[in-house]
């Protein structure tokens, strides 16, 4: 049969409404966020049922047909992109696998199809007094099935956990067709291997994920965003622990950012402002948070940045005295990435290291960078109660962004020489994609390799679910 032929069954069997080759309606899906990466398809695939999307599955495998998975195309590796490096793939796209988000509120927990966003599910939760932990700039847009596979963590893994830590159980389409019901809402069950935690991470190329359970918290009404300026990284370290420890561990979020990173999104996100005075080399943004009110936390808040202030930890700060000035304090944070973009080209990466190293690890990783190219701007950011900082290097001012990104494996070979040697990970929460495969196979230990390879072959022995990604054929 011909390719044409099978596009065509394909889009038998999807139905009405549950295919689409148009260019415009195809374009927003091609590209990524940090439009990094093109890609093409000769078809896009949007099922409504899980049973569609297994029957769709299952001709894919017995024909050979390659296809990526696509929830709310925010990932940021090249994962979700079909077409690149030359290959043909079918696009997957779960957006109209959207009408269940369930609350069952006397388990703490909520059930919600793959294409439902995460703003969605932190809707739902709330409507119900409870929170879904799960927090990211791109909370609108992102969905469950991309989530899931990509582990994402966010601003309240240092309280919650990852994505992996919030799943309970999950129902996927394997690569055979088959439909693997794994939706539980237990908290424990031991019966053998944990299949949905299998697919947590999985970046779709162990199977289409259709459905999830994720725990659920009770609300958080008491909250304290402290926008705090300190002198270096080793200061933001002491004050983390010294908030956790004042605060009963109530810490929910705490970042790091660099001045320069603040001045970016001044001058290019409208409507934002300096919320403190002079210029500060960092600062620290905490949410400190409680389920019920409480005027001891209010009181241990005020004793501990009191103490900070004298101690000589905290140079400056603000405690937000309303919800709007929350959230323009949390603004400047969460348009980082934004006014990066707009301001010109980076090499970002996304690491982690223990927490106690961020300080050594951002002197090393800056010192090596700034000598490789001694103009560039650094722009290290991100969530330092879990050791993830997101390193990322602005184009020297002047010069050309393609001959800047060009460097970009260059650069990205020495920051993860240096993270490798720190025990760390070059793959914090975005996941590895298109992007890293390669530095994966020459970072991650053979016995883990062959590890992941023996998983995929068993369940994907065809390779047809996102071939591009982890693996470096
Ligand atoms: C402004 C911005 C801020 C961000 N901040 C964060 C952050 O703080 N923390 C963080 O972790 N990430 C962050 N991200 C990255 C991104 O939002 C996450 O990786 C998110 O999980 C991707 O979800 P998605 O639905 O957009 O998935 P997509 O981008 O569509 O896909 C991501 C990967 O998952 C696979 N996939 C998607 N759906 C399915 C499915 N149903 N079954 C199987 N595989 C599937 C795709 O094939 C691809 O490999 C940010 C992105 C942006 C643009």
New binding site residues.
């Given amino acids: 049969m011909t390719q044409n032929t099978h596009m065509e069954n394909l889009r038998q069997i999807a139905g009405p409404d549950g295919s689409t080759s148009e260019a415009d309606i195809l374009t927003p899906h091609l590209t990524e966020?940090r439009d990094k990466f093109h890609g093409s398809t000769p078809l896009m695939l949007m099922p409504a049922d899980v049973e569609t999307a297994s029957r769709l599955i299952a001709y894919c495998q017995e024909y050979n047909i390659k296809l990526?998975?696509?929830?709310?195309?925010?990932?940021?590796v090249g994962?979700?992109t079909p077409g690149l490096e030359g290959r043909t793939e079918v696009l997957f796209s779960?957006k109209r696998l959207n009408k269940h988000c369930v609350v069952d509120a006397d388990n703490f927990s909520i059930t919600a199809d793959?294409g439902c966003t995460i703003a969605e599910l932190q809707t739902q939760a709330a409507a119900h007094d409870l929170l879904f932990p799960l927090s990211?700039?791109?909370e609108g847009?992102?969905?469950v099935?991309?989530?899931i596979?990509?582990n994402?963590?966010?601003?309240h893994v240092l309280r919650y956990g990852t994505t992996r830590a919030l799943t309970l159980g999950l129902q996927a389409v394997l690569p055979n067709g088959d439909i693997l019901d794994e939706l539980t809402a237990l908290r424990k069950n031991n019966t053998g291997y944990n299949l949905s935690q299998l697919l947590v991470g999985a970046?779709?190329t162990l199977?289409?994920?259709?459905r999830a359970t994720f725990k659920l918290y009770p609300r958080e009404v008491q909250k304290h965003t402290c926008l705090l300026a300190v002198d270096s990284p080793q200061k933001a370290l002491k004050l983390l622990a010294s908030a956790r420890i004042a605060s009963g561990d109530r810490v929910s979020a705490f970042e790091l950012m660099p001045r320069f990173g603040i001045e970016l999104v001044l001058k290019h996100i409208p409507g934002t402002s300096d919320p403190l005075g002079g210029s500060h080399p960092w600062y620290v943004l905490t949410d400190i948070a409680n389920s019920r009110g409480d005027a001891a936390l209010e009181h241990d808040i005020s004793a501990w940045l009191e103490t900070s202030i004298e101690d000589g930890v905290i140079a400056d700060g603000s405690v937000a005295a309303s919800l709007s000035q929350a959230a323009d304090f949390w603004r400047l944070r969460e348009s980082m990435?934004?006014a990066q973009k707009i301001e010109g080209g980076s090499i970002k990466h996304d690491i982690a290291v223990p927490v106690s190293r961020v300080p050594v690890f951002l002197a090393k990783a800056s010192d090596a960078v700034l000598e490789l190219i001694p103009n560039a701007r650094l722009v290290a950011f991100g969530h330092l109660g879990d050791g993830n900082i997101h390193f990322n290097l602005m184009q020297p001012q002047g010069t050309d962004k393609l001959q800047f990104l060009a460097r970009w494996e260059e650069v990205a070979t020495l920051v993860h020489d240096i993270v490798t040697g720190f025990g760390g990970s070059i793959s914090a929460?975005?996941?590895i994609?298109t992007l890293k495969k390669r530095e994966l196979s020459r970072l991650k230990s053979d016995a883990s390799l062959a590890a992941m390879r023996s998983i995929k072959n068993a369940l994907d022995p065809n390779t047809i679910m996102?071939p591009g990604?982890l693996f470096n054929e």
């Fill in positions: 966020w990526v998975p696509q929830g709310g195309n925010t990932g940021l994962g979700s779960t793959a990211l700039a791109s847009s992102c969905t099935g991309g989530v596979s990509t994402a963590g966010g601003i970046e779709g199977g289409l994920v259709t990435s934004e929460e975005h996941g994609g996102n990604v």
